[in-house]
């Protein structure tokens, strides 16, 4: 059997953007185009990916089967043309890397700029998601290493100790908590909340808390990154809930206050994320290792 990577690849383009018109965008191609690929890649494995009805195309099992598959076959096909067409380059070999916001903000740069020191022909190519969506990403093979809270993602991951947290409460200097040294997550409550990502681990605590406590959560704004947030809460339209180290970049600049907050889940634990220890690649394995601190004393040959 021979299997027609561009129809691997237009396959995955369609499972993840829902529709052949909009795979066939992304990919600059026609929509017939992208259909007759699609059915050339059923008559070779000889299998039903899609049934088509005049509401459009839903995945069956077997699609949903052959994407992990597929991307697998094509994040390999791309390690072999990225290593060989940058060997004059210098970079030799590639790592796809997913992490959440506290990671990136907290550890990721000073970890990465060590370890590109060591290994400059090494391509990390690092992408922000939140928890869930990591473990996904890394479990379906769209990453080769993810970070994100501990927590129970299923069996198709593996989880590995990286390093600890805490989130405290970020207000303004002029709030009526800013001379607090510590909070209760209940009486932060009372008070309106500048939120991070929609279904983001921090978020969630909040909502679980204040369904504990009995109140509404009186979530005001929601913003994408901890500088819209600390830039929310300086400006007096809300409090805020975020690691301690990513508050400490903006307390010299901005006009807000970290308070300790007093809740169970302010202590974090931050976990690797990978498929199986088995399945790392070599260039995978060493930055795995770096990040844990095994970092090996020699640079990659």
Request: hydrophobic share 45%; charged share 20%.
């Amino acid at each position: 059997m021979k299997l027609d990577p561009v129809s691997l690849r237009l396959f995955v383009a369609v499972m993840e953007e829902s529709t052949i018109a909009a795979a066939a965008a992304r990919e600059h191609l026609a929509a017939s185009a992208v259909s007759r690929r699609l059915a050339d890649l059923e008559a070779a494995l000889q299998v039903e990916l899609f049934t088509r009805s005049n509401r459009g195309t839903e995945p069956t099992p077997a699609a949903f089967a052959l994407l992990n598959l597929a991307r697998g076959v094509l994040n390999d096909l791309d390690g072999i043309a990225s290593q060989m067409r940058e060997y004059g380059t210098g970079v030799r070999g590639h790592v796809r890397v997913v992490a959440n916001i506290s990671a990136i903000t907290q550890f990721l740069p000073a970890q990465l700029q060590s370890f590109l020191a060591l290994h400059p022909r090494v391509d990390v190519r690092l992408h922000e998601q939140i928890s869930s969506a990591i473990a996904q990403s890394v479990a379906e093979n769209a990453a080769d290493v993810g970070i994100l809270n501990d927590g129970n993602y299923g069996e198709r991951i593996t989880l590995l100790p990286y390093r600890t947290d805490e989130l405290v409460l970020v207000v303004p200097t002029g709030h009526a908590l800013a001379r607090r040294r510590s909070v209760g997550i209940a009486e932060a409550l009372g008070f309106d909340f500048v939120g991070v990502h929609p279904g983001s681990a921090i978020n969630n605590q909040l909502t679980r808390a204040a369904a504990d406590a009995g109140v509404p959560l009186r979530l005001r704004i929601q913003v994408t990154s901890y500088d819209a947030l600390c830039l929310m809460v300086a400006a007096g339209l809300g409090i805020g809930v975020m690691p301690r180290g990513s508050a400490a970049l903006y307390q010299g600049t901005l006009a807000i206050r970290a308070i300790t907050l007093d809740a169970p889940w302010a202590q974090r634990r931050l976990v690797l994320c990978v498929r199986s220890e088995e399945s790392l690649s070599s260039v995978a394995r060493l930055l795995v290792d770096h990040l844990r601190g095994d970092t090996p004393a020699h640079p990659l040959p």
